[in-house]
């Protein structure tokens, strides 16, 4: 606790007189480093979060947050599989699932897709990410698909339109194989918001998906939903001896591991280099409280004199130097913040000035910026701030308290 002369006179060096401007100078820069270094950590963090939380929402969306395939492509007996993950402790939901790289025509296009076969209701649960048409008509026996936006634009169809969707593993004839081709009426025109699944997938019933590919009543994989995706791997442990020989588990972290494993190390590596931009700020205040105290060593000595003790003038620049550290933190939080919020405009503005495209949904897999405010990591990045401050102000404090009046005094 300050008493009311330590915080007088800490008030006071804070905002230095009309003759010091100088040092009113570098205590501004310091603050603004600090507002600087906050923010972009800020900004950094949660955008990154935000990616690897989008991207992780968004594949669980569609294959859940592991899948239980069939080895050979099919898998036999699934009903049987499939009550005995749902039974399993930890287990959400698990669904039957049918993937397949097939091709589609349109027009005189082709294009490469993945068909996908889909419950109902998983199909009707997608209603959220329909840009056009009725996905709830897309019952099995309908002919209708839902197809990508990107694909969508790519082939020129539209809802309504019949597109042609090609099998090449086709049945045996006595000419040969016969390549199978089956039209689909375009029923729903969705956008998930990973680019790569909007412009090849193609959905439709597990019961024409199974029709379309010759499968008879197997499917290929189960979709599994659990209720910690970190602990997925321990969550389906118990069924994945059982399974041996005929199905194997590929959870999230496997099926995505070197796009995951490579963000966590971008992460890291960015908090460690903007981390850095916090020691400079540190550094700036540590140089303002030196040239402070060089300025006011007349003025300390005087304060000696007339009784203050050297821990009072130790308390006095401590608290001076760890006050413009905490207004930058204060200020970054806020800066960081509002370019939270305004980052998409920022983007776009920034690629209209430049004539770049900073945010390339067919690099980034994702259509726009995302974010994801994690209160820990803020946490943590409050606390490093005003830990490298106070740490910054010991020098200068202890040279401070350790002034000796009667040296600086003597030829006064």
Known sequence: MLSPFEKMIAKRYLWPGKGEAFIALVAGISVGVVMLSVAMLVLVMSVMGGFRSEMLDKFSGLNGHAIV????????????????VRSTEGVISASPLIEQPLLASFNGRANAIFVRGNTSEDITDMADQV????????????????????????????????ITIINPQGRST????????????????FEIGLYDFDETFVIMPIPDAQTLLLMDDS??????????????????????????????????KTINSALFEALEVERVAMFFVLSFM??????????????????????????????????????????????IGGLGTIAGLVLGFVLLIFRNPIVEGVALLTGVEIWDPQVRFLTSLPVRVDPVEITGIVLLALALSFLATLYPAMKASNTDPVQVLRYE
């Open 219 to 252: 499917i290929g994989l189960i979709e599994v939903t659990v209720t910690d995706p970190d602990q997925v791997g321990e969550i389906l442990a118990p069924i994945e001896q059982s399974l041996l020989g005929r199905a194997v588990i590929a959870d999230w």
């Open 69 to 84: 395939q069939g080895i050979g492509g099919e898998l036999e007996n699934w009903e049987d599989v499939l009550d005995r």
């Open 278 to 323: 916090v020691l400079v700020a540190s550094f700036n205040i540590l140089s303002s409280l030196v040239m402070l105290v060089r300025a006011k060593t007349r003025d300390i000595a005087i304060m000696r004199t007339m009784g203050a003790t050297r821990k009072s003038l130790l308390k006095i620049f401590v608290t001076t130097g760890t006050t």
């Open 131 to 162: 840009v056009m048409g009725d996905i709830a008509a897309i019952q099995p026996g309908s002919n209708q698909v839902a197809i990508g936006s990107r694909l969508a634009a790519n082939m020129g169809a539209r809802v309504g339109d019949t």
């Open 174 to 189: 006595p000419f040969g194989t016969s390549i199978r081709q089956v039209g689909y009426e375009v029923g729903a025109i």
